[in-house]
């Protein structure tokens, strides 16, 4: 029978036998909480051999309590000992072992999502939306570093939830790397299953980019959050086009991983933000960063000096140290007149930690979700229903409130409050408040295409980021549409704006046609020598990346939104075109079992081969969206896939559909049922 001794020499690619020392922990650092564990003994067991299949037997003896012991206090097997020392960040390309320009950028990219600065809990290898994770423990970290200093351009390492299988041949048109992270066969794709999984160690909660490896900080979301709540100003307060949001009051929630923009992009938009945060050490970093401008320690401290800023009508970010409900609260007692309101505390998580009750410190959330969950969740179910009903009475009074892709409004349906449903009794027809993909980014940017494409300059040099702003600026033509001068200011200022956390990137929302033309400037800039590699990539969070019923594809109304093709088309065309590194998630976002997410990573190494994959697959990337949106009759992608059947004959060409008379359909309908009763 076959021994260790043989599966180690079977093996160039391994973990060594020399036991890492402990690590220290350093001060100050942000901690995950005890994650659920629902493991009956013989599954405990299997968690503890699942772990200890990466390491040499040789250390078995010493790691085999330890690990248990991480399982039982943290829920969770993290193998901390395998964490290399100090402060992991994503260092220049150059700095990092490889064989291929790929191999060494996906190490920058993977390091930067766990840099102390970025990453929500780095010693839990999360980046963002208190569960996203890079990889499941330090062992895989250590394994897929190798694989990437080994791997060629003839070859492909697969990645499954943060395990790395191995290296299989390939050719320099194929991606580099595929990850996949918690897709599960329907009948187990709920939370309670997914725990079980991922307390075996056999499942990743990736999030988006966190194990998407394309995560480039708060910067990520602002553009996203400036243009939602921009137009939902311009929407639902006539402002015009060439206006901002000067005297206009946001209030939401959160000041974490993607939640930490908010403050940075009202305040870009010239308008008055309130952020409740209850985690101070959060508000802490954004104020440090400069991401909130004041801290504020009670509710009428922080309305006093909105009010101050509005009148000013200056734009300005103040951060609640607080519970978001005492905020609201406050605001509904004294008749405060509040424009715009959303939330976006992790409630695609909420009974792991995500939203903090209210009457509980952060620390006492923290203290009470490791010691009697039971409790905690019903503390979390009583603080959703009456946040749930202080926004009625402030919708009632004239706010504007949009749900932000966090499933709030999910979380106050399963907490057990069916008012919120649009039909009264469940949630098969949505919500009484609009998403703001519904009302916002599905038609006014999905639906054209418009997404969070982003770069990240793999020198870590400022100097090539500003060449490339300048160039990107340079591909837009901000008379176009009402989005293109939205986003060519964006770009114009981008650097004024100090957006930077981590490595040297980039987001700037286009269409399908405008990245491809970004494209392939930035790459015949690597060629010409102007600048240093690239790594292009967008959010999942896009126009056809994400299936997502609540969230991305909460604007189709043709009744495919339950569907999860599109985010598979898109990955799976991705591969075939060549991108670098793609990756297909589930749960991103909203929670598990909830939404199906794709993304990618594209290296611009300067060669005509990636100019020809870039040509296959930019476009493609986005117009596999655009036209099932068409497909499923939103106005605005029909129209620009017409322009797309146009610019493409002969290479591409999209179905479009007919569209019969409202009345036609209608009478038959009522006909037919009449005739049924
Ligand atoms: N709309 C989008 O484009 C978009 C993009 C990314 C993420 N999201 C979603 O937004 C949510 C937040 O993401 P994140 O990465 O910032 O998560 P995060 O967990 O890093 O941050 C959430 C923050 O909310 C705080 N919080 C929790 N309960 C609170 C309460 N009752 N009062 C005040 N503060 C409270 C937490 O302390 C935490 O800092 C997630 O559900 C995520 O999936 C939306």
Known sequence: MINNMDISNAMTIKLDSKLPEYPEFAEGIRRAPKREFNLSPMEAETALKNALRYVPEELHETLAPEFMEELVTRGRIYGYRFRPHGKIKGKSIDEYNGKCTEGKAIQVMIDNNLDFDIALYPYELVTYGETGQVCQNWMQYRL??????????????????????????????????????????????????????AAMGVANYGQMTAG????????????????????????????GDNEDLAGYLFVTSGLGGMSGAQGKAVKIANGVGIIAEVDESRTQTRHEQGWVDIVANSPKEAFALAKKYQDKKEGVAIAFNGNVIDLLEYAADNNVKIHLLSDQTSCHVPYDGGYCPQGLTFEERTELLGTNKI?????????????????????????????????????????GETEICANGKDESEGFIFPSYVEDIMGPMLFDYGYGPFRWVCLSGKPEDLRKTDKAAMDCIDPNRRAQDRDNWVWIRDAEKNALVVGTQARILYQDAMGRLKIA????????????????????????GGTDSPFRETSNIYDGSRVMSEMATQCFAGNAARGMTMIALHNGGGVGIGKSINGGFGMVLDGSLRVDEILKRAMAWDTMVGVSRRSWARNENSIETCVEYNEMKKGTDHITLPYIPKEDLVKNLVVEAFKSME
Do not use: C
């Open 520 to 543: 392939l400037r930035f790459n015949e800039m690597v060629r010409n020598g102007e600048i240093s590699p690239v790594m292009l990539g967008r959010d999942h969070h896009d126009t």
């Open 375 to 415: 409790q905690f969740r019903k503390l979390v179910d009583e603080s959703l229903i009456k946040h749930f009903n202080i926004i009625k009475d402030l919708v009632d009074k004239g706010t504007y409130f949009f749900d932000y892709g966090n499933a709030f409004m999910k979380a106050v349906y399963d907490a």
């Open 212 to 239: 998407g490896f394309m995560y480039i900080g708060p910067q990520g979301i602002v553009h996203g959050t400036f243009n939602t709540v921009l137009n939902a100003g311009r929407l639902k307060y006539g402002i």
């Open 144 to 197: 897929i570093k190798k694989y990437l200093e080994e791997i060629t351009q003839d070859q492909t390492l697969a990645i499954m939830s943060g395990h790395p299988l191995g290296l299989f041949k390939s050719s320099p048109s194929s991606p580099r790397v595929i990850i996949t992270n918690g897709l599960m066969v329907g009948m187990y794709d709920n939370p309670d299953d997914w725990h079980k999984a």
